[in-house]
């Protein structure tokens, strides 16, 4: 039928109605909280390029767990910043490392337990050249070699599932460290410990604050022989295929709003778990605008959230994710 028959109006002339009939939905439970967690105590350090953000001592990343399940959010994703770095980032898979450490307070405190918590496999925060893995220099010329690198990776999967991560999440894009690391868990008596797969990560400018907040940034070089072309999507899925087939249980999609269309190709391609990642300069260029009085930062905050929903995320990282889940309620 055609108008006047057809009013599409209908079903929003109220704000019950528009609930009614709303397809896509966000609740708390659905957001990860990235935290930074650095050495010493009573630490809370605000990221000068992402407000309301902090680096974290282990007790004050302890408190700040504890608002998360007051909030209901669902999860936390974990990046360390050592107190020492080496060329191969040792730290990262240290007994007593810092997210280790984390880790276990995390354990002891049983109010924590309905928070899933999540680490990031990589070595930039830990290696002194800021890279994602071994390097070897030929004079001028640099090399992230690949396989000794994913050994390295794996030995990191397997230190933080011992310390108590209920799911390993490796973002260094190096080939075949998925099944690398489900070997090395396996072979370590971590059957039951998922991988998330950063599966298709795309190498971007958004990433720029992150390397404030976690003291990463290449030394030298960029990462853009290891994370993924963006002009590439026929590729981001060949990524995915092949991750699946090393053994990924889970998906995550990074950055989130310059790639939805990738998101949207991988929800309907997949039937795996999939979240996408919001990422730093996708929050910090909001809040920009947000403090020029730009944009409605609830309603923008919202929207934005809503848009990676409707592209096919099931959850979501966002440093949003407290300010979120106060509105959701």
Known sequence: MNFPATRMRRLRRTEAMRSLVRETHLHPGALINPLFI??????RKEITSMPGVFNLSVDE????AEVCVGLGIGGLLLFGLPAEKDEQGSGAWDTDGIVQTALRAFKRNRALDSLVQIVDVCLCEYTSHGHCGVVARDGDHYEIENDS?????????VSLAGAGADIVGPSDMLDGRVGAIREALDEGGHQQIPVMSYASKFSSAFYGPFREAADSAPQFGDRRSYQMDGANLRE???EIDQDIAEGADMLLMKPAMPYLDVVRAARERYD?????YQVSGEYSMLHAAFQRGWLEPERTMMESLLSIRRAGADFIVTYFAKDAAKVLG
């Open 38 to 43: 650095c050495p010493g105590e009573g630490i």
């Open 61 to 64: 990343a302890v408190k700040e």
């Open 149 to 157: 690198s994913i050994a390295l990776l794996a030995k990191v999967a």
């Open 236 to 238: 981001a899925m060949r």
């Open 272 to 276: 795996l778990p999939m979240g996408a």
